[in-house]
């Protein structure tokens, strides 16, 4: 069974920083990318960052120049490194993990799908 747990978020002055990581674990292959999303209250779930097995990359323009997604392969991590954030990045942010490749152990076979975090609450206060 795999698994993302996320973890870094919290509470923060406008202006600060948060790092937020996510790791996948379980009988896992490869992961194709890897990405942030956020929900805030009343509003639907917006893609933040992205990035491929091979670091490209890719940003909502609201976090571009603030906000850098990276990857750590061999540990099928991601991280999202917030700077100079502001109140209207207030939301949870969700960890997705986009065509998993793993395999089931009790019988082997092996399979694709795409995983979601649990989600972790950023909160900046104006």
């Known amino acids: 069974q795999v698994q993302l747990v996320e973890s870094g978020g919290g509470l923060v002055q406008a202006g600060g920083s948060l790092r937020l990581s996510c790791a996948a674990s379980?009988?896992?292959?490869?992961?194709?990318?890897m990405g942030w999303y956020r929900q805030a209250p009343g509003k639907q779930r917006e893609l933040v960052a992205a990035?491929?097995?091979?670091?490209?990359?890719n940003y909502t323009d609201s976090v571009k120049g603030r906000f850098t997604i990276s990857r750590d392969n061999a540990k099928n991590t991601v991280y999202l490194q917030m700077n100079s954030l502001k109140p209207e990045d207030t939301a949870v942010y969700y960890c997705?993990?986009?065509?998993?490749?793993?395999?089931?152990?009790?019988?082997?076979?092996?399979?694709?799908?795409?995983?979601w975090g649990q989600g972790t609450q950023v909160t900046v206060s104006s």
């Open positions: 997705n993990a986009m065509g998993v490749v793993a395999t089931i152990r009790s019988t082997g076979n092996i399979y694709e799908r795409d995983y």
């Open positions: 379980g009988s896992i292959f490869s992961i194709n990318a």
């Open positions: 990035i491929t097995g091979g670091g490209s990359t």
